[in-house]
């Protein structure tokens, strides 16, 4: 995986992608977007990779849509937003959330707009103190987009995510783990330990459990509790065929610990 705009490396199983503009705090270029779907399409064909970290490169998360860029486009004419969303935006965030593997969010500062979309969209989120989260796109003059309005309201409550964003304001890293927007916040210089710890502990789980859990929790997001019930006994039927449940069992009964082959 070789990138103009992020640095991938993989490492015992985790895969982690940094956005690498950190002069411009890692704002979205059209590159980086098709770079990034390109590097989780990778990663989904890929077995010898079982989780993914996310996280930018420098002080900065991803401060979303590189503006620069975005007003020479509606300025030209050449492009319209809706478009840019939908050949662009859209697909890669939609890529995220139906990936059968885990992503963890490392939130190393700055995350607005669609960059916060972006952290939005990971399944977990660890924040450096320094951290922030900004809903910024009214401050522009826009809607909330890649997935804000949906993925915000759901962590927060509707009235809470209107607020942030009505008014665009800058969360710290702390308020956000009061919200719940994310999963835990870390010192700034133990963030990426405790990305891999965690990335570690998934990895040598039962993974293709783990991926099932993903979609259980993605599927009744928007279904009802009876069709929730149904999709937990498809899914429970697959996760008793794994190797990896006879092993939990067996290791529970021999009062060891389990050795998961994520098979
Ligand atoms: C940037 C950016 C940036 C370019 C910092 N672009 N350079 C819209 C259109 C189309 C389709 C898709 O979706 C969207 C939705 C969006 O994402 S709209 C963008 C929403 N984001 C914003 O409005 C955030 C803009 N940035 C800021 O408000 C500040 O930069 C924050 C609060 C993030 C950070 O402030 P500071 O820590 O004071 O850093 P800074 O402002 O000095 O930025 C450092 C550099 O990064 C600077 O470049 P320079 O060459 O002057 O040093 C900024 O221009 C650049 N930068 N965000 N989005």
């Known amino acids: 995986m070789d990138y ?9 199983r985790i895969l982690t992608i940094t956005l690498n503009r950190p002069d411009k705090l890692n704002a979205l270029t059209d590159t980086m977007l098709r770079e990034l779907d390109d590097a989780f399409s990778q990663a989904e064909a890929d077995d010898a990779i079982h989780v993914i970290i ?57 995350a607005a707009g669609a960059g916060m979309s972006l952290a939005l969209a990971c399944d977990l989120r660890i924040a ?49 783990l009061t919200l719940g927007i994310v999963n835990e916040v870390t010192p700034d210089t133990d963030l990426m330990r405790r990305a891999v710890e965690l990335a570690s502990e998934l990895a040598n789980g039962p ?35 794994t190797a990896d449940h006879i092993e939990g069992i067996s290791a529970f009964l021999e009062k060891r610990l389990p050795q998961f082959r994520g098979k």
């Open 4 to 12: 103009d705009t992020l640095r991938c490396e993989i490492d015992q």
């Open 54 to 110: 996310l996280t930018g490169a420098g002080r900065g998360f991803c401060p979303g849509q590189d503006l620069a860029a975005a007003l020479a486009q509606a300025a030209s004419g050449a492009l319209r937003y809706g478009e840019h969303l939908r050949g662009l935006y859209n697909p890669l965030i939609l890529r995220m959330r139906r990936l059968p593997k885990i992503i963890i969010g490392a939130i190393n500062g700055v």
């Open 128 to 176: 450096a103190e320094s951290a922030s989260f900004m809903q910024a796109f009214v401050k522009v003059g826009l809607v909330p987009d890649s997935g804000s309005s949906w993925l915000l309201p759901r962590l927060v409550g509707p009235a809470r995510a209107l607020e942030l964003m009505l008014s665009g304001r800058r969360v710290s890293a702390q308020e956000a």
């Open 207 to 241: 993974t293709v459990t783990i991926d099932y859990i993903k979609s259980a929790v993605e599927f009744a997001l928007d279904h009802t509790l009876a069709e929730a019930l149904d999709k937990e006994a498809e899914l429970q039927d697959l996760a008793g065929q």
